[in-house]
C-alpha cells in the first residue's frame, strides 16, 4: 500500500504564491511519475505537472512559466511552487503516484484546497 499526503494549500490573493508538497509513504518503485491534478467546482479532473523518478517534467499549458514541479527521491517527496496565482487556480490539488513497475495502479492523495481570490 502507498499513502500520499499533501500539504501547503490554503488562501491567498491573486499574484501571490504558495508551496504544495506532497510525501509518499510505503512501497514505492524506483521507477515512477508523481504530479499534480486539481478539480475546480463542477469541473472535471486536470492534470497540473508531472515529473519522473528521472527528474522529466511536464505542465499543463495553464500553468506553464508559474509553477514548478519537483521532487525529493530520497525523501519520495514532491513540491509544486506556485507563483502569480490566478483565482482560476482555485481548486482542490491532488497528489497523483504511478509505479512504471510491478503492479499498474494509481495512487491519490486526499487533496488540499488552493482558494485565490482577493
Known amino acids: 500500500q502507498v499513502q500520499l499526503v499533501e500539504s501547503g494549500g490554503g488562501l491567498v490573493q491573486p499574484g501571490e504564491s504558495l508551496r504544495l508538497s506532497c510525501a509518499a509513504s510505503?512501497?514505492?518503485?524506483?521507477?515512477?511519475?508523481m504530479g499534480w491534478y486539481r478539480q475546480a467546482p463542477g469541473k472535471e479532473r486536470e492534470l497540473v505537472a508531472t515529473?519522473?523518478?528521472?527528474?522529466?517534467?511536464n505542465y499543463a499549458n495553464s500553468v506553464k512559466g508559474r509553477f514548478t514541479i519537483s521532487r525529493d527521491s530520497a525523501k519520495n517527496t514532491v513540491y509544486l511552487q506556485m507563483n502569480t496565482l490566478k483565482p482560476e487556480d482555485t481548486a482542490v490539488y491532488y497528489c497523483?503516484?504511478?509505479?512504471?513497475?510491478?503492479?499498474?495502479?494509481?495512487?491519490w492523495g486526499q487533496g488540499t484546497q488552493v482558494t485565490v481570490s482577493s
Open positions: 497523483n503516484y504511478v509505479p512504471l513497475a510491478g503492479v499498474a495502479r494509481n495512487y
Open positions: 515529473i519522473t523518478s528521472g527528474g522529466i517534467t
Open positions: 510505503g512501497s514505492i518503485g524506483r521507477l515512477n511519475v
